[in-house]
Each structure stands twice: as structure tokens, then as C-alpha cells.
């Protein structure tokens, strides 16, 4: 017997039977007939018409049960695809983050929870004043704002932040004159990094002690805050 | 207009196929070949036909040893019936006589 017959077989069986001693009647009535095809396109074409049959076979007992069973089945099926999505999403796509530190006041206090796109970004690009999640030394994570992209010359004169020559507008800082002040020394952004600052600035520890972060440690782009209306 | 159950082309082929010699005992394998239908097509209908009991099925145990027992099916009293009626009338509408069937205009072929 070729190797493609005996894979087609193989599959038929495991079709028909799955890991039961015999299947239903009729994909065991399909599999009684494989032994007659003749050649490895013949074997194929009934193994893989025997899979069709199996299925149909399948979807009629299950439509024979009763109501209720089938509910249940359907619920049952639905959890679990839905736990999967919901796993591959969080992975991959959408995730909250819990804010590690006093950094990005009043933005993001201290354990406030904030919802991160892990995907889009990747598409879109980052822009100047997006917040990002870095990957810190030991998985640790630190959460900054973009404040110069490659290519952009950063300096503080007077306390101020100047981008290219142009003094930043920061309305996110905390308004309060002796802690909003900012020194740093000239950088021109390198490519592939980032120039990061946290909000608070009296607190934080970024690329003024640090240098430019590089753009493969950002893991994900913050949206919004998860804070209960009202709430603080 | 409500679709005839058993009226499908492939129906229709095996039928012809049963008709041929009713009273005997067929296999998948020999069918699927007198058809042409592949076994993704032709077991589906065998299943839907032994349902609703226009067909019988049976076990015939292999003569030769190793081999599995085979499936084997002919129609009912009641499927013969069915199968007649059905190819006879599918041979009535390939040659049509004009006059008996005036095609009204801009209906559905």
C-alpha cells in the first residue's frame, strides 16, 4: 500500500472512529469500502468524501437529541470558543496594565488600571504624546509618554521641553511650577529610539538619565485610563 | 414553487442506478462508480434515503478473511415506489411535449 493511501486511510479512521473501538454506522460503512478504490486519487477522493459523510452523520445525531442537550452542547461550545478568543485577544490585541508607579502623575496614578493596544500600533506608528508600555530590565514594565520620535532634536531651556526648536505644549503635566520643571541635555533621537519622559517629572526616571528608549522595547500603546467615573 | 424532495440530479442518478435491478443487495463502492458521485455525495443522500425508510440497509459479512464486513442497501417496497415516480417524471421534462407545457413569459426556467 503507498504512503498516500495509508495516510488517506489513517484519516479516514480517525475520522470515522475518532478514539471510539467502531464509529457511527455509516462512516463505518464508508471506511468497510476504502479497501475497493483503486489507486491514490481514488483513495483520497473517498477518504476525503468519507470525512463529508462522517460529518453529516454527525450533525444529524446531534440534531436528533433533545432540546435541551443541544442547548447545552451550543453554550458549552460557545464558552469555549469564546475563553480562546478571549485568551488570543488579550495576547495579542487588547490587555489591561496596572500602573507601576508614581511616573506618569496625575495622567496615570499608582495602581490605576489602563487599557493597552498591543497590535495597532504596530500598523499605525507612534506619534509625539502617545503613552507606551516598555519592557524594563527583568520584565519588569515602565509606562512613559513619546515625547521625541527619530529624528527630532530635544532640549530644555528653562525648564521647558523644546522639540526641534519649538517649545513642547504640555498641558498633561501636574501644573504645579516646581514640579512640572524639566532639564535635560540636547539629544538628537537616533533611529529606531524613542525620547521618553514620565508627567511627573520630579519622580520619574527616563530618557534624561536613561538616553533614548529603543522602539522594539515598546510592547503597547496605552488608550485610555480604566477609572470608574467619578471615582478619585 | 416548494422544492420536490428527492428530485435532485444525484438523487435521481442513483435511483436510476437501484431501479436497475431492485431486489438485490448494493454496495457503496459499486454505486458510487455506476453514478459517478463521489462518496461525499452519495452516502449523505443513502443516509437521508434509509431515514426515511425508502431504503434498507444491511451487514454482509467478508467471505474473504481480514476483510470488514460490508454495507449494503436496496430499496424499500415504499422507495421503489418513490424512485419510479421520480425518474419518470424527470423523463417527461427533458422531452416536453410544447403544446402541454406553455412556458408563461418571463417566468423561471
Known sequence: MSWVRRLARGMLVVAVRGRRERGGEWGEAVLAEFGETRGDLEAVRWAAGGVRTVWRERRRRVRALPLYDRIARHALTGALVAAGAGL?????VLSVRMMPSGSMEPTLRVSDRFLVDKAGFRLTGLHRGDIVVLAGPGGSERVKR??????DHIECRAGHVWRDGVAVDEPY????????????????????????????????TDSRQDGPAREDDVLARVLTPLRLAGAG | MP??????????????????DPPRWRYGYELSKETALASGTLYPILMRLSEQRLLETGWEPSDEPGRPPRHTYRLTADGIALAGQRVAAAASRQRPAPAARPRPAGGAA
Open chain 1, 88 to 92: 488570543l485577544v488579550n495576547q495579542f
Open chain 2, 3 to 20: 422544492r420536490v424532495p428527492h428530485s435532485s440530479p444525484q438523487t435521481l442518478r442513483l435511483f436510476e442506478a437501484l431501479l436497475a
Open chain 1, 146 to 151: 513619546v515625547i521625541g520620535l527619530p529624528g
Open chain 1, 173 to 204: 503635566l501636574p501644573g504645579n511650577p516646581a514640579e512640572d520643571r524639566t532639564e535635560c541635555a540636547p539629544t538628537t533621537v537616533p533611529p529606531g529610539h524613542l525620547f521618553v519622559l514620565g508627567d511627573h517629572r520630579v519622580v520619574s
